[in-house]
């Protein structure tokens, strides 16, 4: 049964920096694209930072230069460097991990930035 948890979210004055983590519970983890969605109120899910097996990465063009994305095969984890926070990062961040049709996702941690 796959598993992914999500920890390190938070208050944080804008400005300020957070670390996320997701820890999974995956069969061979390292060949699974692993990523991070945020969800605001009212808003749909969206991409925030991916990382494939191979360690390519993509970010929403919000986030680029703010935060970086990083995986670590042996530990089975994938973090979520943010930095530079804004209020707009305001959102439930959820850790993704895809490999073809299947697709898991964790519980999500709250992360709110103040002005």
């Known amino acids: 049964q796959v598993q992914l948890v999500e920890s390190g979210g938070g208050l944080v004055q804008a400005g300020g920096s957070l670390r996320l983590a997701c820890a999974a519970s995956?069969?061979?983890?390292?060949?699974?694209?692993m990523g991070w969605y945020r969800q605001a109120p009212g808003k749909e899910r969206e991409l925030v930072a991916r990382i494939t097996s191979v360690g390519s990465t993509n970010y929403a063009d919000s986030v680029k230069g703010r935060f970086t994305i990083s995986r670590d095969n042996a530990g089975s984890t994938v973090d979520l460097q943010m930095n530079s926070l804004k209020p707009e990062d305001t959102a439930i961040y959820y850790c993704?991990?895809?490999?073809?049709?299947?697709?898991?996702w964790g519980q999500g941690t709250q992360v709110t930035v103040s002005s």
């Open positions: 995956i069969s061979i983890f390292r060949i699974y694209t």
């Open positions: 993704n991990a895809n490999l073809l049709s299947n697709n898991y």
